[in-house]
């Protein structure tokens, strides 16, 4: 069964304290790897797309990478402002037409000045 | 901004009656859904479509149904509104990169 683990389920950093959020999948084959922003009271916010195995994506202090198993969202150097759930979600192969995604819980990051 | 729109965006109303929640897209994509999500269950797709008139159940259908007469335009309906419907309530359009790009949501009380 195709599933999506995300962990730790909170962080709570230091400004300036770089860390990394976990999303671990289970597929039969991957599509697609999608990172998602989420603040309160609104919707996600699309982040970042990753395909294969190897391939990184940086958008100002975040950096995913995604391996066979599993993708990390990296954050370097957070600012209060990157306080937000970071949501994973997974498209498989045998999604085909569909397009559907299997959604992690998320990840709630709060960042302290 | 993908150009989505979620009317209305809050809405209280009572067990038994008629809701109906409208996604609106600016952009013409074909692909649109409809998530609900709830504390300690995430996003869980209640239906989505892939063309004017196609629409298909996602894992959480039950009591929900969906039209789409317009491209522009995905309707959700609870048809008899009840209390475990309470939940914030997401659109969604597809891009042919198979990204997704949500609305701002609609939390819907159901007392």
């Known amino acids: 069964e195709d599933q999506v683990t995300q962990s730790p389920e909170a962080l709570r950093l230091q400004e300036g304290e770089s860390s990394s959020l976990n999303c671990s999948y289970t597929v039969s084959g991957l599509r697609g790897l999608f990172w998602y922003r989420q603040d309160p009271g609104k919707g996600p916010e699309f982040l970042f797309t990753?395909?294969?195995?190897?391939e990184e994506k940086e958008k100002e202090r975040l950096k995913a990478t995604l391996t066979k198993k599993e993708s990390f969202l990296h954050i370097t150097a957070p600012k209060p402002e990157d306080s937000a759930t970071y949501l994973c979600?997974?498209?498989?192969?045998?999604?085909?037409?569909?397009?559907?995604?299997?959604w992690g819980l998320g990840t709630s990051l709060a960042v302290n000045p | 901004d993908a150009g989505i729109t979620q009317s209305p965006r809050h809405k209280v109303t009572e067990t038994g009656t008629p809701v109906t929640l409208r996604c609106h897209q600016t952009?013409?994509?074909?692909?649109m859904y409809w998530y609900r999500q709830d504390p300690g269950h995430g996003l869980r797709l209640i239906h989505y479509s892939y063309g004017v008139k196609d629409t298909d159940k996602g894992e959480v259908s039950d009591g929900y149904s969906v039209s789409r007469s317009k491209t522009e335009d995905f309707l959700l309906t609870l048809e008899s509104a009840t209390s475990s419907q309470t939940s914030v309530y997401f659109c969604a359009i597809g891009l042919a990169d198979h990204t997704q790009y949500f609305g701002p949501g609609t939390r819907l009380t159901v007392l």
């Open positions: 979600a997974v498209q498989d192969i045998a999604a085909g037409n569909n397009r559907k995604l299997i």
């Open positions: 990753l395909y294969s195995a190897g």
């Open positions: 952009e013409n994509h074909r692909y």
